[in-house]
């Protein structure tokens, strides 16, 4: 399985069962799933006081929608959004479906949007505090065991300043103002920006798995590669938007 939810089909309910995926996977972190309602792209941006966290909370795939996946998470809720979303389903009742078929659903926490910018945020009853979402036109923002609601609120406010900006850099913003306003009530450890177009190809996929101010190290190579001698963003975006971009004949030599 990778992060376009592509995966070898099996039973919906055995893909849920069992301990893998049962209360013992915790995901303390707050997030972002996202579209850009110029150029269709979809994005997930989380940071959280965890390993890794870009390895199992961003899901996207190019077209039908974007999914985070945390608390006490359970991954295969990605795909299974993702492969309702692409049957038709909206944001919610793709939500509604795959947490019907998980028994933990009340300690899982969503943030859904479709490739149309309808979006839906989930928090289960047992999430851990303070924990809650927000949602609006192409936006999902949600986060648990957060210094306050302020995190979000913060996150909300800063994806609307940023409307002029490109996905990428508007959810790094994103981030960075849920950080300022206290994100994960435990501390720092991981971040990732994640945004696909039109192709398997991704615009952006850049992670910070280990790192004592996980955000701002994010920020950093971001904008290595936004300020690149060789134009690495203009090519990300020219090749995920694009399958014949890498044959253009002036980008090679004589």
């Known amino acids: 399985m990778d992060r376009t939810g592509r995966h070898e089909q099996q039973p919906a309910r055995s893909a849920y069962g069992g301990n893998a995926v049962g209360r013992g996977a915790r995901l303390a972190t707050f997030s972002i799933a996202a579209r850009d309602p110029v150029t269709g792209m979809l994005g997930v941006a989380v940071s ?3 390993l890794a966290a870009g390895n199992i909370c961003p899901f996207v795939r190019p077209r039908v929608g974007a999914v985070a996946t945390q608390a006490w998470v359970n991954p295969f809720l990605g795909p299974r959004i993702l492969d309702l979303l692409e049957g ?3 944001p919610d009742e793709a939500a509604a479906t795959a947490l019907g078929e998980d028994r933990y659903a009340a300690y899982r926490q969503l943030n859904v949007v479709d490739a149309e910018g309808r979006s839906f945020s989930y928090t289960g009853e047992h999430t851990d505090p303070w924990c809650g979402g927000r949602s609006g036109a192409g936006y999902a923002i949600a986060g648990n065991i957060l210094v306050s609601e302020a995190t979000v609120a913060a996150m909300e406010r800063a994806f609307h300043d940023a409307r002029a900006a490109n996905l990428g850099e508007r959810l790094v913003a994103v981030l960075e103002a849920g950080q300022g306003a206290g994100g994960d009530a435990r501390g720092r ?5 994640y945004v696909m177009c039109r192709t398997v190809v991704p615009y952006l996929d850049l992670r910070v798995d280990d790192h004592p101010d996980p955000v701002a190290e994010l920020r950093r190579i971001y904008e290595v590669a936004a300020s690149g001698e060789d134009g690495d963003l203009e090519f990300y975006a ?3 938007c694009d399958v014949h971009a890498s044959e253009d004949p002036d980008d090679y030599p004589e």
Do not use: C, F, N, T
Request: charged share 15%; net charge positive; no cysteine.
């Open 189 to 193: 450890q991981s971040a990732a920006v």
């Open 238 to 240: 020219r090749v995920s």
């Open 88 to 90: 038709g389903a909206a």
């Open 48 to 50: 959280s006081k965890a």
